[in-house]
């Protein structure tokens, strides 16, 4: 039996309901946050069990940003369009005021981040702002993140624009678009037990019995530069760990 885990977050919920009926997806199904379903999805994996997860591709992002060693990956994609949403999707924007534009507001700044998307802000747009010499106090809220700059505590909120109806009735506007959401399907990589190359091929004579090795996590960046021998870079493939 697959054990379907799906979102129970209101909006999330309607669209993953779609794709279980467009794909006929049978099983049993649990429903917890949508936040929660990757490390859920990976926790029964560990057991063992037959898991599929439904959530946003953002917070499935945010999931493998601090997971780097997570065997999760994207099996299904499916587009969120929706002509009542701004961008057709949820959209994790960078606000402030709407009568001001960034530079107006000095390079010392306190922004309210909502606390499901601390990876991705942060490597979406922080990074790249703080380069350009601007320095940040970082808030973090479970909700309620535009009720900071309203009452005078935060100059900018990074959080999920819907309508944008919210962002408007607080006096913000989009400073600018940092991820785009659609609906992703996601399961455990099944790992390759058999070695696809010829070791002959690789000179371990070279370096009394080492070569050098690129390692990556699941996205393809590069994490560091190793020197494995021979039985630890087969263990390392068999596995697909370190």
């Known amino acids: 039996m697959i054990i379907f885990i799906v979102p129970k977050n209101s909006g999330l919920k309607s669209k993953t309901e779609e794709v279980l009926k467009k794909f006929n997806l049978i099983g049993n199904i649990i429903e917890i946050r949508g936040e929660d379903i990757p490390c859920f999805v990976s926790k029964l994996s560990k057991k063992g069990k037959k898991v599929i997860g439904i959530t946003g591709e ?17 099996i299904e994609r499916i587009k969120w369009e929706d002509n009542n949403y701004l961008f057709k999707k949820p959209t994790l924007c960078l606000l402030g005021p709407k009568d001001k534009i960034l530079s107006d507001l000095g390079n010392k700044l306190k922004v309210c981040v909502n606390s499901k998307y601390k990876k991705i802000a942060k490597k979406g747009i922080l990074n790249k702002l703080e380069t350009e010499g601007y320095t940040f106090e970082k808030i973090y809220a479970t909700g309620a993140t535009e009720e900071f700059f309203v009452k005078g505590i935060a100059e900018l909120v990074i959080d999920i624009v819907c309508s944008g109806k919210s962002a408007k009735e607080a006096g913000l506007k989009i400073y600018e678009r940092i991820f785009e959401s659609d609906i992703v399907i996601i399961m455990e990589k099944q790992i390759k037990k058999t070695i696809n190359f010829d070791y002959k091929q690789l000179d371990f004579k070279k370096i009394n ?15 560091t530069l190793a020197y494995s021998n021979k039985e630890s870079l087969i263990k390392s493939i068999e596995t697909n760990e370190g």
């Open 58 to 74: 953002d917070l499935f992002q945010e999931f493998i940003l601090s997971n780097y060693n997570s065997k999760l990956e994207i």
């Open 209 to 223: 019995g080492l070569i050098p090795t690129i390692i990556k996590d699941t996205n393809g960046n590069i994490l």
